[in-house]
């Protein structure tokens, strides 16, 4: 499974921004999508996931309300849409796959892609 994130970049707080997530290596039935978000020396913390099959959407406190995550599963894509942005968004982005029943823990998700920085200047 290889995952490649991208989108990221330097924004203005107000801003929107669209992370993407190629996914590859095997299909994703059953599989749970994720987004995490880590500063340096901090932990990876949950942001938004979807499941793959219904697109079942999840989402942390701190961006419910200004995130959508979304799949394409004929492009094998995922996005996190983030509108809004705040100064606190700012880190790099993860996205992540697993065949999990748990949707926010990042040591439930076995692949990760390379992460992508997300700067929102206040």
């Known amino acids: 499974v290889q995952l490649q994130a991208s989108g990221g970049g330097l924004v203005q707080a107000g801003d929107s921004l669209r992370l993407s997530c190629a996914a590859s290596?095997?299909?994703?039935?059953?599989?749970?999508m994720g987004w995490f978000r880590q500063l340096p020396g901090k932990e990876r913390d949950f942001v938004a996931s979807v499941t793959w099959n219904l697109g079942t959407t999840y989402y942390a406190d701190s961006v419910k309300g200004r995130a959508t995550i979304s799949r394409d599963s004929a492009k094998n894509m995922v996005y996190l849409q983030m509108n809004n942005l705040k100064y606190e968004d700012t880190a790099v982005y993860y996205c992540a796959a697993a065949r999990t029943r748990h949707y926010g823990d990042s040591r439930d998700f076995t692949y990760w892609g390379q992460g992508t920085q997300v700067t929102v200047s206040s």
């Open positions: 290596g095997r299909t994703f039935t059953n599989w749970v």
